[in-house]
């Protein structure tokens, strides 16, 4: 065998044992894979066309692991349901290709169950136990400081089944007492 041919050889056999090695094991039954919680943003919702308005609302986004708020013209006043729902929905087309990104989809299932006396309280269906997420935290913190930017909400309170709910702050600490934007200050950048 010639050197040329020889060394043809070695490098299939390289290539062949690196395309094998990088594959994901096969397994021996199928098994059933859930879907991680939504909402799940649609095209439809997210990218269609720009809502140009009057009144200016705030949605908090993540860029660099930096939880960042954006103002969004609409072109009427949105309830916090609302309001959750458009970052629930997250980055339109434009904001993405600016950077933005959200850290709930996957990690959070969350409705607002209402507001009163400044607080909102917000129902947390699933916190993605088992999506592999590490952004919780950044989840979190972008629902408290969307809806704390509100004018009606000083404080934000998460719920499981009627309960508070522990979750995590910007330091990493738990916490089930309402939340507000100084509790994610570390991790927001300055506009």
């Not at 916190?127 to 009606?152: H, K, M, N, P």
């Amino acid at each position: 065998m010639s050197r040329r041919a020889a060394r043809a050889l070695l490098s299939a056999l390289v290539v062949a044992c690196t395309v094998a090695a990088c594959g994901v094991p096969a397994e021996d039954t199928p098994r059933a894979v859930e879907a991680p919680p939504g909402p799940f943003p649609s095209p439809a919702t997210v990218d269609g066309p720009a809502t140009v308005g009057p009144v200016t609302v705030t949605l908090c986004f993540v860029r660099d692991d930096r939880l960042v708020p954006v103002d969004r013209r609409v072109g009427r006043p949105l309830d916090a349901e609302a309001q959750l729902r458009d970052l629930l929905a997250g980055p339109s087309a434009v904001e993405r290709d600016s950077g933005l990104t959200s850290a709930l989809p996957g990690a959070i299932g969350a409705g607002v169950v209402g507001v009163a006396d400044g607080q909102a309280r917000v129902r947390v269906d699933g916190t993605g136990d088992d999506t592999g997420r590490s952004d919780e935290v950044l989840a979190f913190g972008q629902i408290v400081c969307t809806l704390a930017a509100r004018d009606d909400v000083d404080a934000v309170a998460f719920l499981r089944d009627g309960r508070p709910l522990g979750v995590p702050r910007a330091d990493g600490s738990l916490s089930a007492q309402p939340l507000t934007p100084a509790d994610y200050a570390a991790l927001t950048a300055t506009r």
